[in-house]
């Protein structure tokens, strides 16, 4: 079925910048809305940043503006793009697939698939 494998995961300085790219089997891609979620020890795991077939893009208020989702149809990968980052933005980041060309319209929604995660550790 579908898979999702996340990389660029790392340590990186505070005001730094970083660079999480996801590759999905098949034409997951290119048929289904992707998201990007983000998960700190002890707390839920929340959604950063989603974008649809049509290209258009959603992002939750603390990573509004620093973090930029996109991608590559063509190499079947996605991006979140981490700027300007924080100690607070240490977590565990994961890939997901909502099944459907739309993304949901509500940040509680869950997807319907899990990439396995990479971790991002910001130091001061």
């Known amino acids: 079925q579908v898979q999702l494998v996340e990389s660029g995961g790392g340590s990186v300085q505070a005001g730094g910048s970083l660079r999480l790219s996801c590759t999905a089997s098949?034409?997951?891609?290119?048929?289904?809305?992707m998201a990007w979620f983000s998960q700190a020890p002890g707390k839920e795991r929340e959604e950063v940043a989603d974008?649809?077939?049509?290209?258009?893009?959603t992002y939750a208020d603390p990573w509004k503006g620093r973090f930029t989702i996109s991608r590559d149809n063509a190499r079947d990968t996605l991006f979140l793009d981490m700027n300007s980052l924080k100690p607070e933005d240490t977590a565990m980041y994961y890939c997901?697939?909502?099944?459907?060309?739309?993304?949901?319209?509500?940040?509680?929604?869950?997807?319907?698939?899990w990439g396995q995660g990479t971790q991002v550790t910001v130091s001061s």
């Open positions: 997901a697939v909502f099944l459907g060309f739309r993304c949901r319209g509500s940040w509680s929604e869950r997807p319907n698939y």
């Open positions: 974008i649809d077939v049509y290209g258009t893009t």
């Open positions: 098949g034409y997951t891609l290119r048929t289904n809305c």
